[in-house]
């Protein structure tokens, strides 16, 4: 089973860059790698995905040209770098993993189509 833990989040001013990283416990270099954000009240959303060898990535338009995902097969780590931050990217930041979803087949993009999920890491964005 694939447990995976997310760092990196942190308050910081609108504009502001922040880096979460998510590092798995096993190799997971077969796995699609995706970050999703839930916000208060609201249900877990996409935010981006990337494929096995990390040669295609997809993102929510809400975060496009903002934020790159990134993943190092050898450290089996996954990151989210955001850029251009704004007070309603502010939510919790969750890590997820699964080997069956394709997003050239549109799976991929939504909570109920992963298995494993890390904790979560709050980012918070001040205007």
């Known amino acids: 089973q694939v447990q995976l833990a997310e760092s990196g989040g942190g308050l910081v001013q609108a504009g502001g860059s922040l880096r979460l990283s998510c590092a798995a416990s096993?190799?997971?270099?077969?796995?699609?790698m995706g970050w999703f954000r839930q916000q208060p009240g609201k249900e877990r959303e996409f935010v981006a995905v990337?494929?096995?060898?990390?040669?295609?990535?997809w993102y929510a338009d809400s975060v496009k040209e903002r934020f790159t995902i990134t993943r190092d097969n050898v450290k089996f780590t996954v990151s989210l770098e955001m850029n251009n931050l704004k007070p309603e990217d502010t939510a919790v930041y969750y890590c997820?993993?699964?080997?069956?979803?394709?997003?050239?087949?549109?799976?991929?993009?939504?909570?109920?189509?992963?298995?494993?999920w890390g904790q979560g890491t709050r980012v918070t964005v001040s205007s």
């Open positions: 997820a993993a699964d080997d069956q979803i394709n997003p050239y087949q549109n799976t991929g993009f939504r909570e109920r189509e992963y298995h494993y």
């Open positions: 096993e190799r997971t270099f077969n796995y699609y």
């Open positions: 990337i494929n096995r060898a990390a040669s295609n990535t």
